[in-house]
Each structure stands twice: as C-alpha cells, then as structure tokens.
DNA sequence: ATGAAGTCTCTTGATATCGAGCCTCTTGAT
DNA sequence: ATCAAGAGGCTCGATATCAAGAGACTTCAT
C-alpha cells in the first residue's frame, strides 16, 4: 500500500531528478509516524486525564522502581527536554499531587522528584491502555517483522544515545 | 549496541514483568529518533537561516511544481498542523519575502499560496543540506537494509495516510 | 584553605502550537 | 430562488516549549 512519503518521493523525483532523495524514504517515514503517534497517545491518555508529557514523566520514574524518585537532571535525559520544561512539569505535577519534590540529601544543589502513590496508579493504568493501542497499530506487522524493525531502528537510535549528543 | 530504548525496556520488564511491553521495542524507538531527528535538522536548517517548520512549508510548495501554489488546506494535510498554526506560519513566510498569499480565483473563500523566487531558492539549498545530513546518519545501515526498513515503516503510516485519520 | 571551573536547578522572555469559534462563500436540496 | 449544511481560512486565548542566563552549591587543583 502507498503512503503519503511515496508521494512525497515521487515528486521530489520529478521536481529535481538531479537530487538522490533516497534518505527521506526512511526518515520521513520515522518523522511522520512519530506525529500520528503523537496524536494516538494523546488520544489514549486523554481516558486517563493525562497529557502525553505527564505520561513521559510519570512512568520515567516508574521504571526507575522504589522509592521511585529521580533527579530532574535524570528526567531530562530521558524525557529529551530542557532544563526549563522539566521545572515546568514537575510544578504541574507535584500541583496535581502525581509527584513530590524533595530535597536531595546528598547534594543541596539538587532535588529529588518522587511519585506519590495516586502517580504511581495513574501511570500504571496509563501504560497498559497505551500499549494496548501500540498492539493494534502494530498489528500490520508478524512478529518476526516487528523484531526486524525495531533491530534496524535500533542501529539509527543508537548512536545519538550512547555519543554524548 | 545498546540503546536508550533497550534500558527502558528492561527496566519495565524489571518493574512490571506481568506485562508484555514488546510493542515499545519498535514505537518508542521511533519517537525518540523523531525527537534526535527534529534537533539534527534544526541544526542542519540553522546554515540557510530556516526553521524546521518554514522548511516543511516552502518543500510543500517547491514539491507542487510550476507554478510552485497550494491551498492552505493542502498544506495543512502535508504537513499535519492546525489551520491556525498554518494561518500564522504564512503570515511569516510572506513578511520574510519567501511565499506570497493569492485570491482563489476559483474560490472567493479561498487562498493560493505561492512561493516566491527566493523562496524556492532557499527550499533548494536548504533541502540539499538536509538530505546530507541524513546520508550521514543512515549510513549506519546498508542500502538493503534501508530498503527493508523503509518497506516495514510503509505499512505502520499507510493505515494513517489512507484512512481518514 | 582557597579560588576557578563545573554542575544542578530554576527563572525569564520570546515564540510556536493548538483548539474552538467566527465569518465568508459554496453546494445541493427543495 | 432560497435556505441549510458544509468548507475554507482566520482570529483569539491559553499553554508548552526552548534558549540563555542566574544563583547556589560542589569539586578539584593548587
């Protein structure tokens, strides 16, 4: 089946034959996923009253199990946001009372961003009706191509992971 | 080699082994790369003085073909924006000189949007550089494996592309 | 000790985006 | 003709983001 970067290729094919367009197959293809994506999640969060920024945050620190609690600086690497929006979510969460902020008893620069008990459910619940979606959108998909997939991506993610970038 | 998504993936195995989180192995890769992605053009833009988002806007209309116009609705359903955002992003593009806003003469409710000379200029250069950039980051992968990657990601977006979505 | 450089978080100001509603014009049924 | 419904683009208010820089504290070499 065709898809609007086919189109997209076609016609730079035409406008500028002299141009070997060939990248954009891919990464075009991986910037316009990312956006329906985008706005498939915002739709399954929405049941949950959650933005898709508040679910980035939450489960961030989910994962990072008991007591649950990281440093905003931690949050930001895995979140890739600035410092200055990450101040921004953490006093819109800690307001809705997902999360607390605590002082970093090691180092009184820092602070420590722990989730309460209502923030650990939510992101709980969360998680499981996005990757019930994720399952449906990936269903175009057998097993065996998804592992191939995510293989392949996996060699373009890596390099801007594990370099300082 | 190990990516960002492979820690985030073992570490909710870790912490909620009763759930079968496979399907982040293959979207959650693609949104982080999105976001690499975004900042790599960003910088790549930066050379020729555009914005990613000008970008999107004068491709669409270089891509047209003579004489280089669309509708704004055209261009909202390239490039996935609101029709406010696309209000305003016009609104810039004319003020810099790049594109020029035509009564529909078909259409007295509508707008043709046109691009200038320079503004075509720009779009060329500007996509040249991209498409560097984007050799660099994919020669990670062979040409059949960019062929296969591309393939798989063709069926996850044509559902988006095609259905209403 | 002491000072310089680095780290961590927060503040500030500018800006782009979205969503909802509005107005104009077109379309199609009666 | 006329009217209701729809389409196209714009306005407006709210909001989230970023970049740059400031302030507090730590680290490390001297």
Redesign the interface.
Known sequence: ??????R?VA??R???PD?????????S??????????RARRLAFSEHQLEPWEFDVLTAL????TPYQLSPGQLLT?T?VTSGTMTNRIDRLAKKGLVERLPDPSDRRGVLVRLTDEGRDRA?QA??GL?EQ??A??A??SRA??????G???????????IP?
Chains 1, 2 share one sequence.
Not at 29 to 35: F, G, W
Not at 145 to 150: C, N
């Open positions: 089946m065709e898809d609007e970067v086919d997209l016609a730079w035409r406008e500028r141009l070997d367009v060939e990248p954009l197959e891919v990464l293809r991986v910037s316009r996923l990312a956006r329906h994506l985008d989910r994962r990072a199990g895995q890739l709980d998680l499981a990757l994720e399952r959108i990936l175009e998909l191509q998804r592992a191939e997939l995510a392949l991506l996996r060699q373009l993610t890596a390099p801007f992971d594990n970038g």
